[in-house]
Nanobody, 119 residues
Framework: QVQLVESGGGLVQAGGSLRLSCAAS????????MGWYRQAPGKQRELVAT???????NYADSVKGRFTISRDNAKNSVYLQMDSLNAEDTAVYYC?????????????WGQGTQVTVSS
């Protein structure tokens, strides 16, 4: 079992920036995919961005060009740099780690961190 702990959320004005961090309790090296998801009130959880162990990234259309995902395997951490934030980005952001192989052997979630963008 891996513990994922998010940090960096908070209240920011529209147009501002935040950087989320996710620290894993053990090594994130190996064939896995780290990701950020978000859930706004009354909505389903949705993909924000993912990054493979090889560095390949994928973004939701709504955040392309504004958000950047990165990972530091030496620090067992993944990050989400969020720029040009708007009110629609308000949500609880969750860190995820899943097995990069198929069938998947694990799929872990953090407890989430709140991001609130004021307009």
């Amino acid at each position: 079992q891996v513990q994922l702990v998010e940090s960096g959320g908070g209240l920011v004005q529209a147009g501002g920036s935040l950087r989320l961090s996710c620290a894993a309790s053990r090594s994130i090296s190996g064939p896995n995919v780290m990701g950020w998801y978000r859930q706004a009130p009354g909505k389903q959880r949705e993909l924000v961005a993912t990054i493979t162990n090889g560095g390949s990234t994928n973004y939701a259309d709504s955040v392309k060009g504004r958000f950047t995902i990165s990972r530091d395997n030496a620090k067992n951490s993944v990050y989400l740099q969020m720029d040009s934030l708007n009110a629609e980005d308000t949500a609880v952001y969750y860190c995820n780690q899943r097995d990069g192989r198929w069938p998947q052997r694990y799929n872990y979630w953090g407890q989430g961190t709140q991001v609130t963008v004021s307009s």
